[in-house]
């Protein structure tokens, strides 16, 4: 079945400078890739995701690349802020199998003011 | 906006008993997912169900059983509860078969065997 690693677990950066998550998957037919984010007590919120048919997708200072030669996958975000401060999750699903998501580890982040 | 609700957000149970954990959504979603979340492990999946009365085995179902008989409602079932079942489960919902829906999350469930 579907494996997903993901790098590293704890990440610490200034405000202000970018941050960089990544993680491989193991099936070349997964075809989904979310990432989630969840803060402290509080449930994993879809944040940005993106489809085996885009390399890349923006949302204001979050980004996610695809390379799916490599079966790799990133989250950049940038202009790092406090708030940004959280556990971050990816996955990956595969269409033919009910949209269920393997989850990657999760990369706690936290940014210093 | 889906809500997905669990109905307790802590659970202290004693070792052999069967649990209950129940969940609802209310968006007439047809996919539903248990997962457990540990320290260091990530999200790792239950059992989820993509229609009324089906279900499917995730990557650790040993030890538990599940429950739809109404599409909103999925229950998760620790059928002897043992110590290292002590953990935080998540409930999801998603529309949809096809590809790119992500799921909504429920607010979790801390269970601790004792």
Known sequence: GENVEQHPSTLSVQEGDSAVIKCTYSDSASNYFPWYKQELGKRPQLIIDIRSNVGEKKDQRIAVTLNKTAKHFSLHITETQPEDSAVYFCAASINNQGGKLIFGQGTELSVKP | DVKVTQSSRYLVKRTGEKVFLECVQDMDHENMFWYRQDPGLGLRLIYFSYDVKMKEKGDIPEGYSVSREKKERFSLILESASTNQTSMYLCASR???????????????RLTVV
């Open chain 2, 95 to 109: 529309r949809g078969r096809g590809v790119g829906y992500g799921y909504t999350f429920g607010s979790g469930t």
